[in-house]
């Protein structure tokens, strides 16, 4: 057994389902589910009821997870057919603008291309616009960051056809980057049947073959970041009649990475820049002090059925072996989780865009 030091990591992608939706998350128990995972600072998205669109709506949402928060969080400003310009005061406080151009869980979706060139002409960050694309649309996006001079981040990229026409675009030296989600990674529509709902996410499990160019090309370092897509819904909302789409990844990501290091899928180098390093740099986030994970290696155990820091307390992973474990999770020079105990209080989060 060996102890490993790491620098925490970012999640860039990660429903709180604040406001609106606390019965399946807030940012109480979903910074537990952080640090309880290794994630001292995530990102949570605006597909919230109502979504988060404008000054009003982003204020309810911070000053909930300012009351609440125990990491470090930004939140998104969602695209609309009629928010933009958005001030430029708010996009500051922002953690990027996201636009969802595919359907989803909840009502946030663009629809025209004029829209969309309203905001890539309006958007000044510091984050980036971050896409919600899908199969041709993701093409449309890396023109529209040509066109614009934007950076363009690609959400959960899933398909082996996007990460072609993502490499390529790379190539051609434009600003787009990309994450794909533990779940494209680890499972595929063979996992569908043993799943059933808790299989269903956006976008769907893809095949196998996808699955392999997605390996490849975090390997290959086309894919700059993993990023949970952490998305919440309780089981008795999963199981019935219309299972709404997601699953949680929070605390199920950093152990699946180590055993992906164990089987020398990927270098320790790498794990630290897909979770730290790349997604710090590409949202311009600074590394809080004093902060770092401690993980013990060669430690056996079984991902389980229950026992989660998340409020709806399953896995789409649950029963998987894994050989590895986080003991530590210190923020700040402060344990903010040991050893299955959040000991970060409600409130000792903060903004990453206020420092
Ligand atoms: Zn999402």
């Given at each position: 057994m060996t102890m490993l030091r790491l620098p925490t990591m970012v999640d860039v992608h990660v429903h709180m389902?604040?406001?609106?939706g606390e019965h399946k998350e807030d940012f109480d128990s979903g910074t537990a589910a952080a640090l309880a995972g290794g994630v001292t600072q995530l990102l949570a998205m605006p597909?919230?009821?109502?979504?988060?669109?404008d000054a009003a709506i982003f204020d309810v949402a911070a000053t909930q997870a300012a009351a609440q928060a125990r990491c470090d969080y930004g939140i998104y400003l969602g695209a609309t057919d009629?928010?933009?310009?958005?001030n430029p005061a708010l996009q500051r406080r922002a953690a990027g603008l996201k636009i969802y151009v595919n359907d989803t869980f909840g009502t946030l979706r663009v629809e025209s291309l004029a829209t969309m060139q309203n905001h890539f002409r309006a958007w000044r960050g510091p984050g980036p616009i971050v896409v919600h694309a899908e199969g041709l649309f993701v093409p449309a996006c890396i023109a529209l960051a040509a066109q614009y001079d934007q950076h363009v981040h690609f959400a959960h990229i899933s398909r082996g056809s996007e990460i072609v026409a993502i490499r390529s675009a790379k190539e051609r030296g434009l600003p787009v980057s990309c994450e794909v989600a533990p779940h494209h990674l680890w499972l595929d529509e063979r996992d569908l049947p043993r799943l059933g709902?808790?299989?269903?996410?956006?976008p769907r499990l893809a095949t196998e073959g996808d699955r392999k160019v997605l390996w490849e090309a975090v390997r290959s370092g086309v894919v700059d970041c993993i990023a949970t897509d952490h998305a919440p819904h309780l089981r008795e909302e999963k199981e019935s009649n219309s299972p709404p789409p997601g699953v949680p990844g929070l605390e199920t990501t950093l152990p699946l990475l180590l055993n992906a290091v164990q089987a020398t899928r990927l270098t320790i180098e790498q794990v630290v820049a897909l979770t730290a390093t790349n997604p710090r740099r590409l949202f311009h986030l600074t590394e809080p002090a004093e902060s770092y994970l401690e993980v013990e290696i060669g430690a056996l155990w079984t991902l389980p059925e229950r026992g989660w820091q998340?409020?709806?307390?399953?896995?789409?992973?649950?029963g998987e072996r894994v050989?590895?474990?986080?003991?530590r999770t210190v923020l700040r020079g402060q344990i903010a989780y040991e050893d299955g105990v959040v000991h970060a209080a409600p409130g000792s989060g903060r903004d990453v865009r206020e420092y």
């Amino acid at each position: 057994m060996t102890m490993l030091r790491l620098p925490t990591m970012v999640d860039v992608h990660v429903h709180m389902r604040v406001p609106g939706g606390e019965h399946k998350e807030d940012f109480d128990s979903g910074t537990a589910a952080a640090l309880a995972g290794g994630v001292t600072q995530l990102l949570a998205m605006p597909n919230t009821s109502p979504p988060i669109v404008d000054a009003a709506i982003f204020d309810v949402a911070a000053t909930q997870a300012a009351a609440q928060a125990r990491c470090d969080y930004g939140i998104y400003l969602g695209a609309t057919d009629e928010n933009a310009p958005l001030n430029p005061a708010l996009q500051r406080r922002a953690a990027g603008l996201k636009i969802y151009v595919n359907d989803t869980f909840g009502t946030l979706r663009v629809e025209s291309l004029a829209t969309m060139q309203n905001h890539f002409r309006a958007w000044r960050g510091p984050g980036p616009i971050v896409v919600h694309a899908e199969g041709l649309f993701v093409p449309a996006c890396i023109a529209l960051a040509a066109q614009y001079d934007q950076h363009v981040h690609f959400a959960h990229i899933s398909r082996g056809s996007e990460i072609v026409a993502i490499r390529s675009a790379k190539e051609r030296g434009l600003p787009v980057s990309c994450e794909v989600a533990p779940h494209h990674l680890w499972l595929d529509e063979r996992d569908l049947p043993r799943l059933g709902p808790y299989g269903d996410m956006r976008p769907r499990l893809a095949t196998e073959g996808d699955r392999k160019v997605l390996w490849e090309a975090v390997r290959s370092g086309v894919v700059d970041c993993i990023a949970t897509d952490h998305a919440p819904h309780l089981r008795e909302e999963k199981e019935s009649n219309s299972p709404p789409p997601g699953v949680p990844g929070l605390e199920t990501t950093l152990p699946l990475l180590l055993n992906a290091v164990q089987a020398t899928r990927l270098t320790i180098e790498q794990v630290v820049a897909l979770t730290a390093t790349n997604p710090r740099r590409l949202f311009h986030l600074t590394e809080p002090a004093e902060s770092y994970l401690e993980v013990e290696i060669g430690a056996l155990w079984t991902l389980p059925e229950r026992g989660w820091q998340t409020r709806p307390d399953w896995s789409p992973f649950a029963g998987e072996r894994v050989a590895a474990r986080l003991r530590r999770t210190v923020l700040r020079g402060q344990i903010a989780y040991e050893d299955g105990v959040v000991h970060a209080a409600p409130g000792s989060g903060r903004d990453v865009r206020e420092y």
